[in-house]
């Protein structure tokens, strides 16, 4: 790619400069899907319509390997699951989302990959998915929801197993409004730690505001 100077922090993704700014691409044989440029093989990440991209441009690294299984809880209409789609090219991204707009702009994406397994579905109820999502190594959460800690263990209890880890974001205001921030992710980190080692925490600035990121790992 002309002018790119960038360097492959993990299979198919990379972060280097471009046009005088850093900037995030994942190599793909696929067309752009949100509006996003395409530079030859290489499909720019914007970091203001993806928290994951975000925390890579940010230099968090959560590694992804190319033949993981991935289960996708918000999937929306899959702007960040198109860039995980081209990492883990050999592996398995299984998508969960339940309100139809979105899902529709989605399905085009899974029908157009071959990695992609799409749930139309509630992620509040695993049970109704388990035939479909095999046990995962990673479980990706982004849901925005009161319950959502609630939730993400669920189906940890369903798809996980030891050592699989997990991202989840969380926006203190989606889960009570009336309280301090900062008391609400303490909350939130505190509930985790019973099934979780917590591998990592931090904001998404300046990218997201109101929001934060945890990395886990499953204790099983
Ligand atoms: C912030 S958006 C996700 C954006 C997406 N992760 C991305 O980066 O491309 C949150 C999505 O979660 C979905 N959602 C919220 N609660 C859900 C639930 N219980 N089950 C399935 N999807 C849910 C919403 O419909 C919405 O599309």
Redesign the pocket.
């Known amino acids: 790619m002309r002018d790119f100077q960038g360097t492959e922090i993990m299979h198919n993704l990379f972060i280097g400069s471009y046009d005088g700014k850093k900037r995030l691409f994942t190599k793909s044989g696929y067309p752009p899907h949100y509006g996003e440029r395409k530079i030859g093989d290489l499909r720019e990440w914007m970091p203001q319509?993806?928290?994951?991209g975000a925390l890579f441009l940010k230099g968090k690294i959560v590694r992804f390997e190319r033949d993981m299984k991935v289960l996708?809880?918000?999937?929306?209409?899959?702007?960040?699951?198109s860039h995980l789609s081209d990492i883990i090219d050999r592996g398995i991204l299984y998508c969960?989302?339940?309100?139809a707009k979105?899902f529709q702009k989605f399905l085009k994406l899974a029908m157009e990959r071959k990695n992609i397994i799409p749930i139309f579905?509630?992620?509040?109820k695993p049970e109704n998915y388990s035939g479909i999502v095999e046990k995962v190594d990673f479980i990706y959460q982004?849901?925005?929801?009161r319950n959502q800690v609630e939730?993400f263990v669920r189906n940890f209890e369903f798809f996980g197993r030891q050592g699989s880890e997990g991202l989840i974001f969380v926006k203190a205001r989606s889960i009570d409004s009336a309280r301090d921030p900062e008391e609400v992710y303490s909350d939130v980190i505190e509930k985790l730690e019973s099934h979780f080692k917590i591998l990592n925490t931090g904001d998404l600035l300046p990218y997201h505001k109101d929001h934060i990121y945890i990395h886990s790992r499953w204790r099983g």
């Not at 982004?142 to 929801?145: G, H, L, P, V, Y």
Request: proline share 4%; with cysteine.
């Open positions: 319509r993806s928290k994951l996708y809880l918000g999937c929306a209409s899959g702007t960040t699951a969960v989302e339940y309100s979105p579905g509630d992620a509040s982004d849901i925005a929801q939730i």
